[in-house]
């Protein structure tokens, strides 16, 4: 059975939450719809006067066994060898093939991947080895299609199934795609038993059913229900979990989560825990989001993703204010990438993108999405808020490049240069000239200008709306800003190659 080794950093903090991907299998729920009985009562009330909630009587499933008769079949064991690892870097990076989380995520020195490669079996110390690694997969198809995790398969040498009989055959890497964490694999054959993704997504609270080999005992049958959706785990641009809380384990990466028709409602992916089993909260990739990557793989083997070209922000509750907004949602352009079809469609800087091809966007990992999905070539209509009013354009897609996402990276460090500088002591700022701005030279880690994320080497571009290029245009806009009454003042800021936005308080009070 593949082991799992952690960092000595995180074998430290055994005891702070932890998340791990389990094992290379993504998991579906299975949804159990429940039936509201309407409760009755003899009292009456006023129309016009509030209601307690009524209380329902107890719904649940009676047994999952005709469900699991059907879907089980369809559920394979995925063991992957891999050839010349190199697990020197265990104590440095912990184990391969873990997502690149930003340093501010909650995640970043807790994520397990379950069903990773170990040691070779008699070996020792960081080297270069072989290694085997194992998870869960589902058929999609009788003739021998199977959906898995990236995670699961990734530098595989040899791929094998086995099925719920007990039959092992190779199965061949169809294509795979990191920034969803999914791969499809072909096993040769015609007649293999198989399950079909839910056309409808889940609530919250419905039923739902995991289905793996975890530990490598055969397979297993786990229930729970949807605890949420829309999760963004901070494991790449395109993040859509479904949070759920049947127990899964080592070696369900893969492997589905159904709904109580028997649908695939999601891949089981990822789970929280302080020591790498289940505490009950667990992430599995919607099924509409793993629809469209597996009819991609089958089709072309790859991939491919619209893009505009824009580092985009959230909308926070400061900026909303500044830029006059009445609410918080949507994407902030905070730059349009030169020559990207935004640029060309006329997209600005401090554009609030609000909605596409009539579609609301809810924040700029909703934004990503919905671009992505559109796929290169197409046309979409853009509506966005630019200085307080409404408009629309339209940007043709272009294709998403292997080293671009669709949403600005704003974590980038940039070291500040040394030298004289006047302050901006009351906001623990100490400014100074450079060629495109002003240079953030020092920031009071304790001060309110720290705590909104500016840093030094920064670079001011824009304050409330107008260009600067001395330390004393900070100030005055600063202390403009003030005068009006206003909170917080609008900040343009460049942090290494990216551009973002931030709300700074007029006053360190």
């Known amino acids: ?13 055994l005891g702070a939450v932890a998340v791990a991907a389990i094992g290379g299998a993504a998991f579906e729920r299975a949804l159990i719809p429940v039936h509201a009985v309407a409760a009755t009562s003899e009292a009456t009330t006023s129309p016009s006067a509030p209601s307690a909630i009524a209380p329902q009587p107890a719904a649940g499933p009676a047994s999952f066994a005709d469900i699991v008769d059907r879907v089980k079949p369809a559920v394979v064991s995925v063991k992957v060898k891999l050839s010349n690892v190199d697990d020197s870097t265990d104590d440095q990076d912990g184990p391969q093939g873990l997502p690149d989380f930003p340093p501010n995520s909650p995640f970043y020195h807790f994520f397990r991947h379950f069903g990773l490669p170990g040691h070779g079996e008699g070996e020792a110390g960081p080297h270069r080895h072989s290694a085997m690694a194992q998870g869960s997969g589902f058929f999609i198809s009788a003739d021998g299609y199977i959906v898995t995790n990236n995670h699961v398969v990734d530098h595989a040498s040899e791929v094998t199934i086995t099925t719920t009989d007990g039959k092992t055959m190779p199965a061949k890497v169809i294509g795979v795609d990191s920034k969803t964490d999914l791969a499809l694999l072909k096993a040769q054959g ?56 049947a127990p899964v384990n080592h070696g369900n990466s893969g492997g589905p989560t159904f709904n109580a028709e028997g649908q695939v409602v999601g891949v089981n992916t990822a789970i929280f825990s302080p020591s790498g089993g289940s505490v009950g909260i667990g992430f599995a990739i919607a099924s509409d989001v793993v629809k469209n990557v597996v009819q991609q ?38 730059k349009a990438q030169k020559d990207s079809p935004a640029a060309a469609a006329g997209v600005k800087s401090g554009d609030v993108i609000t909605a596409v091809d009539g579609e609301t966007v809810a924040d700029p990992h909703d ?20 200085n307080g009013a409404p408009m629309t354009l339209d940007v043709t897609l272009g294709t998403m490049p292997a080293d671009k996402v669709a949403s600005a990276d704003t974590s980038n460090e940039n070291g500040g240069e040394s030298g004289g500088a006047p302050a901006l002591a009351n906001l623990g700022l100490t400014l100074r000239h450079g060629p495109d701005g002003v240079i953030v030279e020092s920031v009071d ?16 571009l824009e304050v409330g709306g107008k260009t600067v290029t001395r330390p004393a245009d900070v100030a005055q806009a600063i202390s403009a800003a ?18 973002h936005f931030l709300a700074l308080p007029t006053s360190a009070s």
């Open 1 to 13: 059975m593949p082991t799992v080794r952690f960092r000595s950093l995180r074998a430290a903090l």
């Open 190 to 245: 015609n007649d293999f038993p198989f399950v079909t993704f839910a056309s409808q997504a889940p609530r919250v609270g419905d039923w739902v059913i995991a289905v793996g080999n975890p530990f490598g005992l055969g397979g297993t049958v786990t229930a729970g229900i949807v605890s949420a959706r829309g999760r963004d785990i901070g494991s790449g641009p395109y993040d859509d979990f479904l949070q759920i809380d």
């Open 445 to 460: 880690p304790d001060s309110a200008a720290s705590d909104k994320g500016l840093k030094e080497g920064d670079v001011i």
């Open 297 to 334: 793989l089958r089709e072309n083997g790859a991939v491919t993703r619209g893009w505009i070209g824009v580092e985009i922000q959230s909308v926070t509750p400061d900026i909303a204010e500044n830029m006059g907004l009445k609410g918080t949602s949507g994407a902030l352009v905070a």
């Open 482 to 499: 003030k005068t009006d009454g206003k909170k917080s003042v609008l900040m343009r800021v460049k942090s290494g190659d990216s551009e």
């Open 367 to 386: 934004l990503a999405r919905k671009i992505a999905a559109l796929g290169p070539k197409k046309t979409a209509t853009l509506a966005l808020i630019r």
